[in-house]
Protein backbone atom coordinates (compact mmCIF):
# COMPACT_ATOMS: atom_id res chain seq x y z
CA UNK A 1 0.00 0.00 0.00
CA UNK A 2 2.55 1.88 0.51
CA UNK A 3 4.64 1.62 -2.22
CA UNK A 4 1.41 2.12 -4.33
CA UNK A 5 0.81 5.19 -1.94
CA UNK A 6 4.54 6.48 -2.92
CA UNK A 7 4.22 5.88 -6.84
CA UNK A 8 1.23 7.62 -7.34
CA UNK A 9 2.46 10.43 -5.81
CA UNK A 10 5.09 10.82 -8.16
CA UNK A 11 4.29 13.70 -11.03
CA UNK A 12 6.08 13.07 -13.89
CA UNK A 13 5.89 16.49 -15.84
CA UNK A 14 5.50 16.12 -19.28
CA UNK A 15 8.55 17.53 -20.89
CA UNK A 16 8.45 20.97 -22.91
CA UNK A 17 8.62 20.06 -26.84
CA UNK A 18 10.31 23.08 -29.04
CA UNK A 19 8.16 21.29 -32.19
CA UNK A 20 9.82 23.37 -34.75
CA UNK A 21 13.31 22.61 -33.70
CA UNK A 22 12.14 18.79 -34.90
CA UNK A 23 10.58 19.27 -37.86
CA UNK A 24 13.10 17.55 -40.09
CA UNK A 25 13.18 14.70 -37.98
CA UNK A 26 8.74 14.56 -38.12
CA UNK A 27 9.36 15.52 -41.87
CA UNK A 28 11.19 12.42 -42.60
CA UNK A 29 9.57 10.29 -39.95
CA UNK A 30 5.85 10.96 -40.73
CA UNK A 31 7.04 10.55 -44.74
CA UNK A 32 8.15 7.54 -44.30
CA UNK A 33 4.49 6.13 -42.58
CA UNK A 34 2.52 7.77 -45.01
CA UNK A 35 4.70 6.33 -47.91
CA UNK A 36 4.45 3.42 -46.74
CA UNK A 37 0.71 2.99 -45.89
CA UNK A 38 -0.11 5.17 -49.71
CA UNK A 39 2.32 2.50 -51.11
CA UNK A 40 0.05 -0.75 -49.99
CA UNK A 41 -3.68 1.14 -50.41
CA UNK A 42 -2.91 2.44 -53.80
CA UNK A 43 -2.24 0.47 -56.69
CA UNK A 44 0.97 2.92 -57.63
CA UNK A 45 2.32 0.13 -59.22
CA UNK A 46 5.22 0.61 -61.61
CA UNK A 47 5.11 4.53 -61.26
CA UNK A 48 7.79 4.18 -59.00
CA UNK A 49 9.64 7.44 -60.13
CA UNK A 50 6.61 8.89 -57.64
CA UNK A 51 7.99 7.24 -54.44
CA UNK A 52 11.64 8.41 -55.80
CA UNK A 53 10.53 11.87 -55.93
CA UNK A 54 8.14 11.84 -52.57
CA UNK A 55 11.51 10.50 -50.83
CA UNK A 56 13.59 13.42 -52.36
CA UNK A 57 10.20 16.30 -51.72
CA UNK A 58 11.01 14.93 -47.85
CA UNK A 59 14.55 15.58 -47.94
CA UNK A 60 15.10 18.49 -49.26
CA UNK A 61 11.83 19.82 -46.64
CA UNK A 62 14.40 18.38 -43.95
CA UNK A 63 17.33 19.64 -45.66
CA UNK A 64 16.00 22.88 -46.04
CA UNK A 65 14.67 22.97 -42.56
CA UNK A 66 17.66 21.89 -40.66
CA UNK A 67 19.33 25.23 -42.83
CA UNK A 68 17.26 27.51 -41.32
CA UNK A 69 17.36 25.94 -37.99
CA UNK A 70 21.68 26.53 -38.09
CA UNK A 71 21.24 29.83 -39.40
CA UNK A 72 18.64 30.38 -36.19
CA UNK A 73 21.22 28.51 -33.98
CA UNK A 74 24.05 30.54 -35.24
CA UNK A 75 21.97 33.81 -34.30
CA UNK A 76 20.57 32.95 -30.79
CA UNK A 77 23.11 30.46 -29.69
CA UNK A 78 22.54 26.55 -29.10
CA UNK A 79 19.50 25.20 -26.66
CA UNK A 80 18.87 21.60 -25.56
CA UNK A 81 15.55 19.96 -26.48
CA UNK A 82 13.05 17.45 -24.40
CA UNK A 83 14.55 17.87 -21.25
CA UNK A 84 18.46 17.23 -22.49
CA UNK A 85 17.59 14.39 -24.41
CA UNK A 86 18.76 15.83 -27.89
CA UNK A 87 20.82 18.90 -28.03
CA UNK A 88 20.42 21.76 -31.12
CA UNK A 89 23.64 23.00 -31.75
CA UNK A 90 25.47 23.86 -34.90
CA UNK A 91 27.03 20.47 -35.12
CA UNK A 92 23.68 18.62 -34.86
CA UNK A 93 22.14 20.68 -38.16
CA UNK A 94 25.53 20.07 -39.73
CA UNK A 95 24.97 16.34 -39.83
CA UNK A 96 21.47 16.88 -40.39
CA UNK A 97 22.08 18.56 -43.73
CA UNK A 98 24.20 16.39 -44.62
CA UNK A 99 22.30 12.96 -43.97
CA UNK A 100 19.26 14.99 -45.72
CA UNK A 101 21.44 15.32 -48.70
CA UNK A 102 22.88 12.16 -48.83
CA UNK A 103 18.84 10.80 -48.54
CA UNK A 104 18.01 13.12 -51.20
CA UNK A 105 21.03 12.13 -53.93
CA UNK A 106 20.72 8.06 -52.82
CA UNK A 107 16.47 8.72 -53.76
CA UNK A 108 17.76 9.71 -57.11
CA UNK A 109 20.13 7.00 -57.47
CA UNK A 110 18.01 4.27 -56.01
CA UNK A 111 14.59 5.31 -58.70
CA UNK A 112 15.89 3.37 -62.19
CA UNK A 113 18.12 1.16 -60.25
CA UNK A 114 14.64 -0.69 -59.18
CA UNK A 115 13.18 -0.80 -62.51
CA UNK A 116 16.62 -1.92 -63.84
CA UNK A 117 16.93 -4.81 -61.57
CA UNK A 118 12.96 -5.79 -61.99
CA UNK A 119 12.40 -5.05 -57.93
CA UNK A 120 9.72 -3.66 -56.00
CA UNK A 121 8.54 -1.41 -54.22
CA UNK A 122 8.47 1.38 -51.77
CA UNK A 123 9.84 -0.20 -48.69
CA UNK A 124 13.72 0.82 -49.92
CA UNK A 125 12.94 4.30 -49.08
CA UNK A 126 10.60 3.90 -46.21
CA UNK A 127 13.82 2.13 -44.73
CA UNK A 128 16.09 5.11 -46.09
CA UNK A 129 13.74 7.61 -44.20
CA UNK A 130 13.77 6.09 -41.59
CA UNK A 131 17.26 5.51 -41.25
CA UNK A 132 18.01 8.73 -41.87
CA UNK A 133 15.64 9.66 -38.72
CA UNK A 134 18.38 7.68 -36.68
CA UNK A 135 21.39 9.54 -38.24
CA UNK A 136 19.38 12.96 -36.72
CA UNK A 137 19.24 11.20 -33.26
CA UNK A 138 22.59 9.80 -33.31
CA UNK A 139 23.71 13.38 -34.40
CA UNK A 140 21.96 15.36 -32.07
CA UNK A 141 21.97 12.49 -28.88
CA UNK A 142 22.60 14.82 -25.71
CA UNK A 143 22.55 11.49 -23.65
CA UNK A 144 24.25 8.21 -24.58
CA UNK A 145 20.68 6.33 -24.19
CA UNK A 146 19.05 8.21 -27.08
CA UNK A 147 22.79 8.04 -28.76
CA UNK A 148 22.12 4.22 -28.67
CA UNK A 149 18.42 4.10 -29.79
CA UNK A 150 19.99 6.82 -32.94
CA UNK A 151 21.99 4.15 -33.64
CA UNK A 152 20.26 1.56 -33.66
CA UNK A 153 17.19 2.54 -35.67
CA UNK A 154 19.90 3.64 -38.66
CA UNK A 155 21.38 0.71 -38.15
CA UNK A 156 18.29 -1.84 -38.40
CA UNK A 157 17.16 -0.21 -41.43
CA UNK A 158 20.33 -0.48 -43.40
CA UNK A 159 20.48 -4.19 -42.17
CA UNK A 160 16.87 -4.67 -44.25
CA UNK A 161 17.88 -2.37 -46.83
CA UNK A 162 21.80 -4.44 -47.41
CA UNK A 163 18.76 -7.35 -48.15
CA UNK A 164 16.78 -5.50 -50.66
CA UNK A 165 18.39 -6.95 -54.06
CA UNK A 166 15.97 -10.14 -53.61
CA UNK A 167 17.43 -11.81 -56.98
CA UNK A 168 20.79 -11.64 -55.84
CA UNK A 169 22.42 -14.57 -53.40
CA UNK A 170 25.03 -12.01 -52.33
CA UNK A 171 22.89 -9.20 -51.29
CA UNK A 172 21.27 -11.80 -48.59
CA UNK A 173 24.49 -12.97 -47.72
CA UNK A 174 25.62 -8.95 -47.05
CA UNK A 175 22.60 -8.32 -44.75
CA UNK A 176 23.19 -11.44 -42.56
CA UNK A 177 27.18 -10.32 -41.99
CA UNK A 178 26.43 -6.88 -41.33
CA UNK A 179 23.43 -7.96 -39.16
CA UNK A 180 25.47 -10.35 -37.14
CA UNK A 181 28.65 -7.64 -36.57
CA UNK A 182 26.40 -4.74 -36.27
CA UNK A 183 24.64 -6.38 -33.20
CA UNK A 184 28.22 -7.71 -32.06
CA UNK A 185 29.82 -3.67 -32.24
CA UNK A 186 26.35 -2.40 -31.00
CA UNK A 187 26.73 -4.85 -27.52
CA UNK A 188 30.52 -3.42 -27.43
CA UNK A 189 28.99 0.45 -27.37
CA UNK A 190 25.98 -0.61 -25.25
CA UNK A 191 28.58 -2.12 -22.77
CA UNK A 192 30.85 1.15 -23.00
CA UNK A 193 27.83 2.83 -22.28
CA UNK A 194 26.94 0.96 -18.98
CA UNK A 195 31.05 1.26 -18.00
CA UNK A 196 30.51 4.90 -18.12
CA UNK A 197 27.34 4.98 -16.07
CA UNK A 198 28.84 3.23 -13.33
CA UNK A 199 31.92 5.68 -13.32
CA UNK A 200 29.75 8.46 -13.57
CA UNK A 201 26.25 7.83 -12.07
CA UNK A 202 25.08 9.20 -15.35
CA UNK A 203 24.15 8.54 -18.92
CA UNK A 204 23.24 12.48 -19.68
CA UNK A 205 26.34 13.44 -21.21
CA UNK A 206 26.32 17.19 -19.78
CA UNK A 207 26.01 15.09 -16.28
CA UNK A 208 29.44 13.10 -17.15
CA UNK A 209 31.01 16.32 -18.29
CA UNK A 210 30.19 17.81 -14.93
CA UNK A 211 31.68 14.92 -13.34
CA UNK A 212 34.73 14.82 -15.05
CA UNK A 213 35.11 18.14 -14.86
CA UNK A 214 35.00 18.44 -11.13
CA UNK A 215 37.02 15.16 -10.99
CA UNK A 216 34.17 13.61 -8.92
CA UNK A 217 34.45 10.36 -9.96
CA UNK A 218 35.01 7.61 -7.45
CA UNK A 219 35.72 4.99 -10.00
CA UNK A 220 38.03 6.60 -13.24
CA UNK A 221 38.80 3.05 -14.15
CA UNK A 222 35.19 2.01 -14.73
CA UNK A 223 35.05 5.43 -17.37
CA UNK A 224 38.49 4.47 -19.05
CA UNK A 225 37.10 1.05 -19.57
CA UNK A 226 33.45 2.78 -21.00
CA UNK A 227 36.05 4.67 -23.13
CA UNK A 228 37.73 1.71 -24.92
CA UNK A 229 34.52 0.25 -25.15
CA UNK A 230 32.34 2.90 -26.74
CA UNK A 231 35.51 3.64 -28.83
CA UNK A 232 35.39 -0.26 -30.45
CA UNK A 233 31.50 -0.08 -30.54
CA UNK A 234 31.91 3.48 -32.48
CA UNK A 235 35.47 1.83 -34.86
CA UNK A 236 32.75 -0.93 -35.83
CA UNK A 237 30.09 1.08 -37.17
CA UNK A 238 32.76 3.97 -39.09
CA UNK A 239 34.46 0.79 -40.19
CA UNK A 240 38.45 1.90 -38.73
CA UNK A 241 40.44 -1.30 -38.41
CA UNK A 242 41.34 -3.54 -37.15
CA UNK A 243 37.12 -3.52 -36.78
CA UNK A 244 36.84 -3.08 -40.62
CA UNK A 245 36.70 -6.54 -42.16
CA UNK A 246 32.84 -6.47 -42.74
CA UNK A 247 32.62 -3.22 -44.72
CA UNK A 248 34.03 -4.83 -48.25
CA UNK A 249 32.11 -7.86 -47.74
CA UNK A 250 28.96 -5.67 -47.12
CA UNK A 251 29.61 -2.78 -49.72
CA UNK A 252 30.21 -5.13 -51.80
CA UNK A 253 27.33 -7.43 -51.57
CA UNK A 254 24.49 -4.29 -51.26
CA UNK A 255 22.54 -2.68 -54.03
CA UNK A 256 25.22 -0.29 -55.26
CA UNK A 257 23.28 2.55 -54.24
CA UNK A 258 22.65 1.46 -51.01
CA UNK A 259 26.54 0.85 -50.54
CA UNK A 260 26.56 4.71 -51.52
CA UNK A 261 23.92 5.46 -48.54
CA UNK A 262 25.83 3.12 -46.15
CA UNK A 263 29.68 4.97 -47.37
CA UNK A 264 27.59 8.59 -46.53
CA UNK A 265 25.37 9.42 -44.01
CA UNK A 266 25.55 5.75 -41.83
CA UNK A 267 29.48 6.55 -41.77
CA UNK A 268 28.42 10.23 -41.25
CA UNK A 269 25.95 9.72 -38.25
CA UNK A 270 28.34 6.94 -36.58
CA UNK A 271 31.01 9.71 -36.73
CA UNK A 272 28.56 12.42 -35.11
CA UNK A 273 27.91 10.26 -32.40
CA UNK A 274 31.91 9.52 -32.20
CA UNK A 275 32.76 13.32 -32.31
CA UNK A 276 29.99 14.30 -29.70
CA UNK A 277 30.83 12.28 -27.33
CA UNK A 278 34.88 12.48 -27.57
CA UNK A 279 35.20 15.89 -28.24
CA UNK A 280 32.53 17.66 -25.96
CA UNK A 281 32.85 15.22 -22.98
CA UNK A 282 35.65 13.67 -22.65
CA UNK A 283 38.56 15.93 -23.59
CA UNK A 284 39.81 15.97 -19.87
CA UNK A 285 40.56 12.36 -20.54
CA UNK A 286 42.49 13.01 -23.66
CA UNK A 287 45.88 11.44 -22.56
CA UNK A 288 43.88 8.05 -22.10
CA UNK A 289 41.92 7.74 -25.53
CA UNK A 290 44.21 9.88 -27.70
CA UNK A 291 46.74 6.98 -27.86
CA UNK A 292 43.82 4.45 -29.21
CA UNK A 293 42.84 6.86 -31.56
CA UNK A 294 46.14 7.82 -32.97
CA UNK A 295 46.68 3.54 -33.44
CA UNK A 296 43.17 3.67 -34.92
CA UNK A 297 43.49 6.03 -37.18
CA UNK A 298 47.54 4.66 -38.35
CA UNK A 299 46.27 1.61 -38.83
CA UNK A 300 42.98 2.22 -40.34
CA UNK A 301 44.35 4.47 -43.26
CA UNK A 302 47.58 2.05 -43.78
CA UNK A 303 44.95 -0.93 -44.36
CA UNK A 304 42.68 0.55 -46.39
CA UNK A 305 45.25 2.15 -49.06
CA UNK A 306 47.14 -1.20 -49.17
CA UNK A 307 44.19 -3.73 -49.63
CA UNK A 308 42.56 -1.51 -51.83
CA UNK A 309 45.43 -1.65 -53.88
CA UNK A 310 45.24 -5.75 -54.39
CA UNK A 311 41.62 -5.52 -55.16
CA UNK A 312 39.84 -6.54 -58.57
CA UNK A 313 36.50 -5.76 -57.70
CA UNK A 314 36.00 -2.26 -58.03
CA UNK A 315 32.74 -2.00 -55.41
CA UNK A 316 35.72 -3.77 -52.91
CA UNK A 317 37.94 -1.06 -54.14
CA UNK A 318 36.11 1.62 -52.90
CA UNK A 319 34.74 -0.13 -49.74
CA UNK A 320 38.64 -0.35 -48.69
CA UNK A 321 39.48 3.28 -49.77
CA UNK A 322 36.42 4.14 -47.57
CA UNK A 323 38.04 2.29 -44.96
CA UNK A 324 41.22 4.74 -45.50
CA UNK A 325 38.67 7.46 -45.83
CA UNK A 326 37.63 6.92 -41.99
CA UNK A 327 41.38 6.62 -40.75
CA UNK A 328 41.94 10.37 -42.31
CA UNK A 329 38.54 11.76 -40.63
CA UNK A 330 39.79 9.87 -37.22
CA UNK A 331 43.30 11.96 -37.52
CA UNK A 332 40.95 14.86 -37.08
CA UNK A 333 39.53 13.68 -34.03
CA UNK A 334 42.78 12.48 -32.43
CA UNK A 335 44.19 16.04 -32.87
CA UNK A 336 41.39 16.75 -30.13
CA UNK A 337 41.42 20.39 -31.42
CA UNK A 338 39.19 22.64 -32.60
CA UNK A 339 41.21 22.62 -35.98
CA UNK A 340 40.75 18.99 -35.95
CA UNK A 341 36.73 18.53 -35.33
CA UNK A 342 36.13 20.71 -37.93
CA UNK A 343 38.95 19.06 -40.08
CA UNK A 344 36.60 16.19 -39.59
CA UNK A 345 33.43 17.42 -40.00
CA UNK A 346 34.40 19.16 -43.38
CA UNK A 347 36.15 15.88 -44.21
CA UNK A 348 32.59 13.85 -43.79
CA UNK A 349 30.91 16.85 -45.55
CA UNK A 350 33.34 16.37 -48.65
CA UNK A 351 33.64 12.97 -48.42
CA UNK A 352 29.57 12.35 -48.78
CA UNK A 353 29.39 13.82 -51.98
CA UNK A 354 32.71 11.94 -53.29
CA UNK A 355 31.43 8.68 -52.37
CA UNK A 356 27.76 8.75 -53.22
CA UNK A 357 29.02 10.06 -56.80
CA UNK A 358 31.02 7.27 -56.99
CA UNK A 359 28.49 4.95 -56.43
CA UNK A 360 26.39 6.52 -58.35
CA UNK A 361 28.56 6.10 -61.25
CA UNK A 362 29.04 2.58 -60.07
CA UNK A 363 25.24 2.12 -60.40
CA UNK A 364 25.62 3.01 -64.33
CA UNK A 365 28.05 1.02 -65.04
CA UNK A 366 27.41 -2.36 -62.77
CA UNK A 367 24.26 -2.64 -65.37
CA UNK A 368 21.32 -5.07 -65.16
CA UNK A 369 22.23 -7.83 -62.47
CA UNK A 370 24.32 -5.37 -60.66
CA UNK A 371 27.54 -7.14 -60.99
CA UNK A 372 29.69 -6.10 -63.81
CA UNK A 373 31.88 -4.59 -60.99
CA UNK A 374 35.36 -6.11 -62.15
CA UNK A 375 37.88 -3.37 -63.03
CA UNK A 376 37.74 -5.60 -66.79
CA UNK A 377 34.48 -3.99 -67.20
CA UNK A 378 35.85 -0.63 -67.13
CA UNK A 379 38.35 -1.23 -69.91
CA UNK A 380 37.57 1.73 -72.30
CA UNK A 381 34.55 3.16 -70.88
CA UNK A 382 35.70 6.79 -71.98
CA UNK A 383 34.94 5.31 -75.53
CA UNK A 384 31.21 4.36 -74.87
CA UNK A 385 30.43 6.99 -72.61
CA UNK A 386 32.75 9.50 -72.27
CA UNK A 387 31.33 11.84 -69.88
CA UNK A 388 30.16 9.14 -67.38
CA UNK A 389 34.25 8.42 -67.60
CA UNK A 390 35.19 11.56 -66.93
CA UNK A 391 32.94 12.41 -64.05
CA UNK A 392 34.05 8.79 -62.33
CA UNK A 393 37.42 10.07 -62.72
CA UNK A 394 36.84 13.44 -60.81
CA UNK A 395 35.34 11.53 -58.05
CA UNK A 396 38.12 8.97 -58.17
CA UNK A 397 40.63 12.18 -58.21
CA UNK A 398 38.86 14.01 -55.10
CA UNK A 399 39.06 10.79 -53.33
CA UNK A 400 42.97 10.79 -54.08
CA UNK A 401 42.78 14.73 -53.00
CA UNK A 402 44.02 15.97 -56.31
CA UNK A 403 44.47 19.90 -55.98
CA UNK A 404 40.76 21.83 -56.98
CA UNK A 405 39.05 18.93 -55.97
CA UNK A 406 37.10 18.98 -52.26
CA UNK A 407 39.42 15.96 -51.11
CA UNK A 408 42.38 17.90 -51.25
CA UNK A 409 41.01 20.85 -48.84
CA UNK A 410 39.18 17.89 -46.99
CA UNK A 411 42.74 15.99 -46.54
CA UNK A 412 45.01 18.94 -45.75
CA UNK A 413 42.43 20.00 -43.39
CA UNK A 414 42.66 17.03 -41.35
CA UNK A 415 46.69 16.66 -41.99
CA UNK A 416 47.28 20.33 -40.69
CA UNK A 417 45.37 19.96 -38.04
CA UNK A 418 47.63 16.63 -36.95
CA UNK A 419 50.52 18.88 -37.43
CA UNK A 420 49.54 21.72 -35.38
CA UNK A 421 49.14 19.61 -32.56
CA UNK A 422 52.67 18.13 -33.08
CA UNK A 423 51.54 14.85 -34.36
CA UNK A 424 53.75 14.32 -36.93
CA UNK A 425 54.22 10.77 -37.18
CA UNK A 426 50.38 10.46 -37.65
CA UNK A 427 50.65 13.50 -40.56
CA UNK A 428 53.46 11.29 -42.34
CA UNK A 429 51.99 8.44 -42.79
CA UNK A 430 48.94 9.93 -43.31
CA UNK A 431 50.49 11.51 -46.41
CA UNK A 432 52.14 8.27 -47.36
CA UNK A 433 49.25 6.38 -47.46
CA UNK A 434 47.32 9.07 -49.44
CA UNK A 435 49.71 8.99 -52.08
CA UNK A 436 49.91 4.69 -51.92
CA UNK A 437 45.95 5.37 -52.12
CA UNK A 438 46.24 7.45 -55.22
CA UNK A 439 47.37 4.38 -57.36
CA UNK A 440 44.40 2.65 -56.92
CA UNK A 441 42.48 5.58 -58.28
CA UNK A 442 44.55 5.81 -61.20
CA UNK A 443 44.40 2.40 -61.83
CA UNK A 444 40.78 2.34 -62.29
CA UNK A 445 41.14 5.58 -64.20
CA UNK A 446 43.67 4.33 -67.03
CA UNK A 447 41.08 1.61 -67.28
CA UNK A 448 38.55 3.90 -68.39
CA UNK A 449 40.97 5.68 -70.47
CA UNK A 450 43.84 4.04 -71.89
CA UNK A 451 44.09 0.38 -71.52
CA UNK A 452 43.96 -1.47 -74.83
CA UNK A 453 42.08 -4.07 -75.49
CA UNK A 454 44.28 -7.14 -75.38
CA UNK A 455 42.76 -10.44 -77.44
CA UNK A 456 39.66 -11.72 -75.76
CA UNK A 457 39.32 -9.55 -72.38
CA UNK A 458 36.13 -8.54 -71.17
CA UNK A 459 35.38 -4.60 -71.97
CA UNK A 460 32.77 -2.19 -71.89
CA UNK A 461 31.02 -3.37 -75.25
CA UNK A 462 31.10 -7.01 -74.35
CA UNK A 463 29.05 -6.19 -71.30
CA UNK A 464 26.26 -4.02 -72.72
CA UNK A 465 25.63 -0.30 -73.52
CA UNK A 466 25.47 1.79 -70.38
CA UNK A 467 21.91 3.06 -70.04
CA UNK A 468 21.66 6.63 -68.57
CA UNK A 469 18.56 7.83 -66.56
CA UNK A 470 17.88 11.07 -65.62
CA UNK A 471 17.36 11.05 -61.89
CA UNK A 472 21.07 8.59 -61.42
CA UNK A 473 22.27 11.76 -63.85
CA UNK A 474 20.87 14.48 -62.13
CA UNK A 475 22.00 12.93 -58.59
CA UNK A 476 26.02 12.51 -59.84
CA UNK A 477 25.54 15.67 -61.49
CA UNK A 478 24.95 17.57 -57.58
CA UNK A 479 28.16 15.42 -56.65
CA UNK A 480 30.08 16.12 -59.00
CA UNK A 481 29.11 20.12 -58.87
CA UNK A 482 29.00 20.08 -55.42
CA UNK A 483 32.78 18.32 -55.44
CA UNK A 484 34.44 20.56 -57.95
CA UNK A 485 33.06 24.08 -56.48
CA UNK A 486 34.10 22.95 -53.27
CA UNK A 487 37.72 22.44 -54.60
CA UNK A 488 37.58 25.52 -56.03
CA UNK A 489 36.07 27.82 -53.70
CA UNK A 490 36.34 26.25 -49.85
CA UNK A 491 35.80 28.79 -47.89
CA UNK A 492 31.66 28.82 -47.87
CA UNK A 493 31.95 24.64 -46.24
CA UNK A 494 34.99 25.41 -44.67
CA UNK A 495 33.20 28.40 -42.42
CA UNK A 496 30.46 25.72 -42.85
CA UNK A 497 32.46 23.17 -40.84
CA UNK A 498 34.20 25.59 -38.44
CA UNK A 499 30.86 27.64 -37.41
CA UNK A 500 29.25 24.09 -36.44
CA UNK A 501 31.52 23.13 -33.45
CA UNK A 502 29.88 20.40 -30.91
CA UNK A 503 29.27 22.35 -27.80
CA UNK A 504 27.74 20.86 -24.38
CA UNK A 505 24.82 23.31 -22.58
CA UNK A 506 23.91 22.80 -18.96
CA UNK A 507 20.03 21.66 -19.18
CA UNK A 508 17.39 24.40 -18.02
CA UNK A 509 16.04 23.32 -15.02
CA UNK B 1 41.06 -5.15 0.86
CA UNK B 2 38.09 -3.98 2.48
CA UNK B 3 34.94 -3.10 -0.24
CA UNK B 4 33.67 -0.03 -1.12
CA UNK B 5 29.39 0.55 -0.86
CA UNK B 6 29.81 0.94 -4.12
CA UNK B 7 30.71 -2.71 -4.49
CA UNK B 8 29.11 -4.02 -1.53
CA UNK B 9 25.83 -3.39 -3.36
CA UNK B 10 27.17 -5.70 -6.06
CA UNK B 11 27.52 -8.53 -3.31
CA UNK B 12 23.65 -8.50 -3.09
CA UNK B 13 23.62 -10.26 -6.59
CA UNK B 14 26.25 -12.51 -5.88
CA UNK B 15 24.25 -13.92 -2.55
CA UNK B 16 21.09 -14.13 -4.80
CA UNK B 17 22.73 -15.59 -7.92
CA UNK B 18 24.38 -18.53 -4.94
CA UNK B 19 20.61 -19.05 -2.94
CA UNK B 20 19.24 -19.63 -6.40
CA UNK B 21 21.56 -22.18 -7.13
CA UNK B 22 21.05 -23.63 -3.67
CA UNK B 23 17.31 -23.84 -3.56
CA UNK B 24 16.90 -25.16 -6.73
CA UNK B 25 19.33 -27.84 -6.06
CA UNK B 26 17.36 -29.06 -2.85
CA UNK B 27 13.94 -28.91 -4.43
CA UNK B 28 15.41 -30.70 -7.29
CA UNK B 29 17.18 -33.33 -4.85
CA UNK B 30 14.81 -33.99 -2.28
CA UNK B 31 12.14 -34.76 -4.85
CA UNK B 32 14.70 -36.81 -6.44
CA UNK B 33 14.73 -38.83 -3.30
CA UNK B 34 11.59 -39.19 -1.93
CA UNK B 35 9.76 -40.06 -5.03
CA UNK B 36 9.41 -43.40 -6.71
CA UNK B 37 10.83 -43.74 -9.73
CA UNK B 38 9.06 -46.51 -12.32
CA UNK B 39 9.84 -45.56 -15.82
CA UNK B 40 7.32 -47.10 -18.86
CA UNK B 41 7.37 -46.07 -22.34
CA UNK B 42 4.57 -44.76 -22.27
CA UNK B 43 5.72 -41.97 -19.25
CA UNK B 44 9.00 -41.36 -21.48
CA UNK B 45 7.28 -40.20 -24.50
CA UNK B 46 7.81 -36.38 -25.64
CA UNK B 47 5.51 -34.15 -23.83
CA UNK B 48 2.95 -32.96 -26.74
CA UNK B 49 0.14 -30.84 -24.99
CA UNK B 50 -1.66 -34.40 -24.28
CA UNK B 51 -1.47 -35.44 -28.02
CA UNK B 52 1.21 -38.52 -29.02
CA UNK B 53 3.82 -36.70 -30.89
CA UNK B 54 4.11 -37.92 -34.39
CA UNK B 55 7.42 -37.90 -36.44
CA UNK B 56 10.86 -36.72 -35.16
CA UNK B 57 11.55 -33.48 -32.66
CA UNK B 58 13.32 -31.52 -35.24
CA UNK B 59 10.80 -31.40 -38.13
CA UNK B 60 10.46 -28.33 -39.99
CA UNK B 61 7.64 -25.90 -39.13
CA UNK B 62 5.78 -23.98 -42.33
CA UNK B 63 7.44 -20.39 -42.50
CA UNK B 64 3.82 -18.68 -42.07
CA UNK B 65 4.21 -19.58 -38.80
CA UNK B 66 7.29 -16.98 -38.76
CA UNK B 67 5.33 -13.99 -39.68
CA UNK B 68 2.78 -14.82 -37.15
CA UNK B 69 5.22 -14.80 -34.17
CA UNK B 70 6.35 -11.49 -36.04
CA UNK B 71 3.61 -9.90 -35.77
CA UNK B 72 2.90 -11.21 -32.02
CA UNK B 73 6.07 -9.91 -31.03
CA UNK B 74 4.88 -6.59 -32.43
CA UNK B 75 1.33 -6.61 -29.80
CA UNK B 76 3.49 -8.59 -27.33
CA UNK B 77 6.32 -5.05 -27.17
CA UNK B 78 2.82 -3.11 -27.66
CA UNK B 79 1.99 -4.41 -24.25
CA UNK B 80 4.87 -4.26 -22.57
CA UNK B 81 4.77 -0.35 -23.17
CA UNK B 82 0.85 0.08 -22.07
CA UNK B 83 0.57 -2.05 -18.74
CA UNK B 84 3.28 0.81 -17.24
CA UNK B 85 1.48 3.41 -18.59
CA UNK B 86 -1.89 2.28 -17.59
CA UNK B 87 -1.19 2.03 -14.02
CA UNK B 88 0.51 5.84 -14.06
CA UNK B 89 -2.11 7.16 -16.19
CA UNK B 90 -3.20 9.99 -13.89
CA UNK B 91 0.12 11.13 -13.74
CA UNK B 92 1.12 10.95 -17.63
CA UNK B 93 -1.97 13.61 -17.75
CA UNK B 94 -3.52 14.27 -21.26
CA UNK B 95 0.46 14.18 -22.51
CA UNK B 96 0.89 10.91 -21.60
CA UNK B 97 -2.58 9.87 -23.27
CA UNK B 98 -1.72 11.60 -26.53
CA UNK B 99 2.05 9.80 -26.79
CA UNK B 100 0.53 6.52 -26.27
CA UNK B 101 -2.41 6.93 -28.92
CA UNK B 102 0.87 8.39 -31.30
CA UNK B 103 2.47 4.72 -30.43
CA UNK B 104 -0.58 2.46 -31.10
CA UNK B 105 -1.58 4.26 -34.36
CA UNK B 106 1.94 3.80 -35.39
CA UNK B 107 1.47 0.18 -34.34
CA UNK B 108 -1.38 -0.40 -36.13
CA UNK B 109 -0.07 1.11 -39.47
CA UNK B 110 2.41 -1.67 -39.71
CA UNK B 111 -0.44 -4.42 -38.53
CA UNK B 112 -2.18 -2.37 -42.00
CA UNK B 113 0.70 -3.02 -43.71
CA UNK B 114 1.05 -6.54 -43.28
CA UNK B 115 -2.67 -7.00 -43.89
CA UNK B 116 -2.56 -5.26 -47.10
CA UNK B 117 0.92 -7.41 -48.13
CA UNK B 118 -1.59 -10.46 -47.81
CA UNK B 119 0.73 -11.39 -44.36
CA UNK B 120 -3.12 -12.49 -42.90
CA UNK B 121 -3.82 -15.00 -45.59
CA UNK B 122 -3.36 -18.47 -44.87
CA UNK B 123 -2.41 -19.96 -48.36
Known sequence: MNLLAALTDVKIPAPEVQWFALTPMFILIVASFVLMILAVLTPMGQKKSAYALYTCAAAAGSGVVSLVLWFDVKNHGPRTLISGALTLDGFALFFWFLISCAVFVSALLIDDYLRREDLNGCEIYVLMMSAAVGGLVLAAANDLIVLFVGLEVLSIALYVMAAMHAHRPTSQEAAIKYFVLGGFSSAFLLYGIAMTYGGTGSTNLVRIGTVLRDNFSKHPQFIVAGLALMLVGFAFKIAAAPFHAWAPDVYQGSPSPVSGFMASAAKAAAFAGLLRVYVTVFPTLSPDWRPAVWGLAVLTVVVGSFLAIVQTDVKRTLAYSSISHAGFILIGLQANSADGTSGSMFYLLAYTFMVLGSFGCITLIGRTGDDAHSVDDYRGLSKQRPVLAFVFSVFLFAQAGVPLTSGFIAKFGVISAAVKGHSYAVAIVAMLAAVVGAFLYLRIVVMMYVAETEGEARTVETAGRIHMPYGAVVGIGICFVFTLAVGFAPDWALNFARDSAPVLIAIPK | ?123
Request: with cysteine.
Open chain 2, 1 to 123: MSLSGFHRSYLNVVWFIGAAFIIVCLMMGIARTLRPSRPNRQKQMAYESGVDPVGTGWSQSQVRYYFFALLFVMFDVEAVFIFPWAIQLETYGVFGLVEMFIFIIILTLGLLYAWKKGVLRWV
